[in-house]
């Protein structure tokens, strides 16, 4: 359900946002506009795995694929910007499944059209869009180095071929030193901005926990955060839905 609020919803309130700063711009303005104190604290930075233009020219047109996954908004960037413009006509025909509607919004950026997205905006999602048999098929799954290995153990037990093909990697900051400021919530989008988070900032009792899927929230379980709400939506307005209900209802989580 949609939440209402006005320019004052989050007034008085503290949240760190943990994303790498280009991507934060959305989440860092709709938490201003609705009257939040904002702490960037960026915990990841996306490091191109080297020779990546090389090893993509050796699939040619890819004819020996049927189907493209992608997993992330940063592995349709990277896979397109890498790729020459003659080539990514040679994908038209292919089956694209993207894991959310902002993946999918920017795999049009690039020309390609009719994406598919599942319910729930995960690599569960993309499974239940799959058939049970997958015999005959042939994935690229164009995703993060070391990422969860459900898709590609899946798939594999389907019966249909995958390629595991990491196109980035998702560092912490070189500079990243702990957080010291109190605050009201922290939010985390992904598994590797809480992993990096805990490794550099203590959690204390009363920190609250802020989340975009449930994969997330059950890492910020792990990591130490007793208070974690997750968004009904894997969408970055879904959370800022989930802080204004929990936060502008009176007193402060703290």
Do not use: W
């Not at 390629?163 to 985390?188: Q, T, W």
Request: charged residues 25%; glycine residues 6%; hydrophobic residues 40%.
């Amino acid at each position: 359900m949609k939440i209402s609020s006005d320019q004052n919803s989050l007034f008085n309130k503290t949240l760190v946002i943990t994303r790498a700063q280009k991507q934060s711009t959305s989440l860092l303005e709709s938490l201003k506009n609705l009257g939040a104190e904002v702490i960037e604290y960026p915990c990841i930075e996306i490091e191109i795995l080297p020779g990546l233009s090389e090893k993509l020219r050796k699939f040619g047109d890819f004819k020996q694929f049927t189907d493209l996954i992608f997993t992330s908004i940063n592995g349709v960037r990277i896979f397109f910007q890498t790729l020459e413009q003659a080539r990514i006509k040679c994908l038209m025909e292919k089956t694209i499944l993207t894991i959310g509607p902002k993946t999918n919004t920017v795999l049009k950026e690039f020309g390609i059209h009719g994406g598919l997205i599942p319910k729930q905006f995960q690599a569960e999602g993309i499974l239940e869009m799959l058939a049970d048999d997958l015999r005959g098929r042939s994935f690229l799954l164009l995703r993060a180095k070391n990422a969860r290995s459900i898709l590609l153990d899946t798939i594999q037990k389907r019966g249909g071929d995958v390629l595991d093909f990491p196109l980035y990697e998702s560092l912490a900051p070189k500079n990243l030193i702990p957080l010291d400021r109190l605050h009201d919530g922290v939010c985390f989008t992904s598994v590797s901005t809480v992993l990096h988070y805990a490794r550099h900032t203590p959690i204390r009792e009363s920190d609250v926990a802020f989340v975009i899927g449930n994969i997330t929230a059950q890492s910020a379980q792990k990591a130490g955060f007793k208070k974690v709400f997750v968004a009904q939506e894997a969408t970055i307005e879904s959370l800022v839905e989930t802080i204004i209900k929990i936060l502008s209802v009176g007193e402060s989580l703290q």
